[in-house]
Nanobody
Framework: QVQLVESGGGLVQAGGSLRLSCVASGRTFSNYVMGWFREAPGKEREFVASIGRSDGSTYYTSSVKGRFTISRDNPKNTVYLQMNTLKPEDTAVYYC?????????????????WGRGTQVTVSS
């Protein structure tokens, strides 16, 4: 059984930073693509960032490019999302997800396992 557990969310002022973590179990972590998505109240789930199997490919939505960094530590079965210069519009529940494949991918329909999410709130 694949499990993904996110942590690291919280309340932060605009301009601040947070680092989200997602620990995976139940599959060989290094063989799978990892992604971060977010869902704000009243909005659809949105792609944030993804990282390929080999850590050689990353992909970001344009609104976070230059502010967020996705990385992975395969021996620790963990993927991270470093979020800097946070803005109130980054407020959402952030979800970690995993899928088969090699390259980073923004299509949420391709991801087959999801975590329960962690709340990020950015105050103005």
């Amino acid at each position: 059984q694949v499990q993904l557990v996110e942590s690291g969310g919280g309340l932060v002022q605009a301009g601040g930073s947070l680092r989200l973590s997602c620990v995976a179990s139940g599959r060989t972590f290094s063989n799978y693509v990892m992604g971060w998505f977010r869902e704000a109240p009243g909005k659809e789930r949105e792609f944030v960032a993804s990282i390929g199997r080999s850590d050689g490919s990353t992909y970001y939505t344009s609104s976070v490019k230059g502010r967020f960094t996705i990385s992975r530590d395969n021996p620790k079965n963990t993927v991270y999302l470093q979020m800097n210069t946070l803005k109130p519009e980054d407020t959402a529940v952030y979800y970690c997800a995993t899928k088969n494949g090699y390259l980073a991918d923004s299509d949420y329909r391709q991801y087959d396992y999801w975590g329960r999410g962690t709340q990020v709130t950015v105050s103005s």
